[in-house]
Each structure stands twice: as structure tokens, then as C-alpha cells.
């Protein structure tokens, strides 16, 4: 094997090994921005005007998780505590993991079904 020859070998072996770095350390970046960036739906009204409108009357029910991941609301307890001070019926139960959730009912304490909290 000729100087010339090792030299291009060389060379050779140090750029693969150059760019299968930069590519970890891209797959790295990206996947160290995919981590940090959590996804939710951004609420444009307040959160207790979009419990009462998620919750009420239509038999769904959400867990403190769920809020927190799709909504972004994080004390889901406190704002539960805000719909019944308005006189809403909220209900608690257990998920299939043991934690608490919380559906509301159609009508509020006094049978109405207004709505509590209007925009």
C-alpha cells in the first residue's frame, strides 16, 4: 500500500466516522426538541367556561392527565371546586388506574340547565 493510498484510506474512515457522528448528534437534537415541546390545545376562553361546556351533559369525563396533557389545565381539582361554587353537579369517580374523574351534570343544584358560565 502506497503512502498516497493510506492517506486516502484514512481520510476515508475519519469522514464516516465524522458524519455518523453529526447524524447522532442530529438525531439527538431532534429528538431532545421532540421531548421538550409538549403538545395541547390552547383553550381561547376561560377554563372553567370550557369545563362546563366540555363536561356538561354530555357524559364525558376527564382525569387530572388528560387535562394536564390536552388541555394544559393543571389543577384540575381547583377548577372542578370553581363549577361547584357555581352550583353545578360535579361527579367523581375512579378510572381503571385508581384516579380520580370528573364528569359534571346537565342540570346545575336547582334543575336548571342554564349555563353558568357564559362568555
Sequence with gaps: MTKSTKTKAVATKVT?????????VAAKTVAAKTVATKSFTKLTVPQTQFLEQYLRGTGKTLSERQAVATYGIKN????????????????????TQGRTIYSVSARDVNGSRAVVFAS
Design 76 to 95: 384540575l381539582r381547583a377548577r372542578m371546586t370553581d363549577l361547584r361554587n357555581a352550583g353545578l353537579v360535579v361527579r367523581t369517580a375512579e378510572n
Design 16 to 24: 464516516a466516522t465524522k458524519t455518523v457522528a453529526a447524524k447522532t
